[in-house]
T-cell receptor
């Protein structure tokens, strides 16, 4: 059974204070690791997909990395508009994605 | 680009009532999915359709039925709603089972 654990559950940062979100996973045959952003009252919005260990992707202040057991979402010099819930998911042995519970990120001005 | 469109956005039902949640995508995707999202839990897969004409159960299918009406549309039906089905329901689509899933805005359902 595929499993995804995200930590921390919640994180409060000051504007400009860099940090990292963790996603640990177990999967029978990784078909992709996905990061999504979800704003209150909205559907998840795709950010990144990673397929193999060592892969990295960047977009503005976000950088996602992947190892054989976990992925990190690094946030550099965040702004208040980066406040959201960040979801990690894996495509594994079955169709569909297995999601973690998310990290609720608050960036204070 | 509309992407994935879900209707209705909000719904309140009484226990035992039935309803159908509608989902349509305009990206010519082959695969479509229904998830539910509950507080303190991750998104959980209810049913999916890998391609037109096929449907399969996900992690939490009990109490639901689905229909892949055509390539664009995938509906979720609650035959006899229960309070445990109070949740936010998301539809998603992808080019195929290995690709990025794109989500709709969700249907917020309360069963009293």
């Amino acid at each position: 059974e595929d499993q995804v654990t995200q930590s921390p559950e919640a994180l409060r940062l000051q504007e400009g204070e860099s940090s990292s979100l963790n996603c640990s996973y177990t999967v029978s045959g990784l078909r992709g690791l996905f990061w999504y952003r979800q704003d209150p009252g909205k559907g998840p919005e795709f950010l990144f997909t990673l397929y193999s260990a060592g892969e990295e992707k960047e977009k503005e202040r976000l950088k996602a990395t992947l190892t054989k057991k976990e992925s990190f979402l690094h946030i550099t010099a965040p702004k208040p508009e980066d406040s959201a819930t960040y979801l990690c998911a894996v495509g594994g042995g079955a169709d569909g994605l297995t999601f973690g519970k998310g990290t609720h990120l608050i960036i204070q001005p | 680009n509309a992407g994935v469109t879900q209707t209705p956005k909000f719904q309140v039902l009484k226990t035992g009532q039935s309803m159908t949640l509608q989902c349509a995508q305009d990206m010519n995707h082959n695969s479509m999915y229904w998830y539910r999202q509950d507080p303190g839990m991750g998104l959980r897969l209810i049913y999916y359709s890998a391609s037109e004409g096929t449907t399969d159960k996900g992690e939490v299918p009990n109490g639901y039925n689905v229909s892949r009406l055509n390539k664009r549309e995938f509906s979720l039906r609650l035959e006899s709603a229960a309070p445990s089905q109070t949740s936010v329901y998301f539809c998603a689509s992808s080019r195929d089972a290995k690709n990025i899933q794109y989500f709709g805005a969700g249907t917020r359902l309360s069963v009293l």
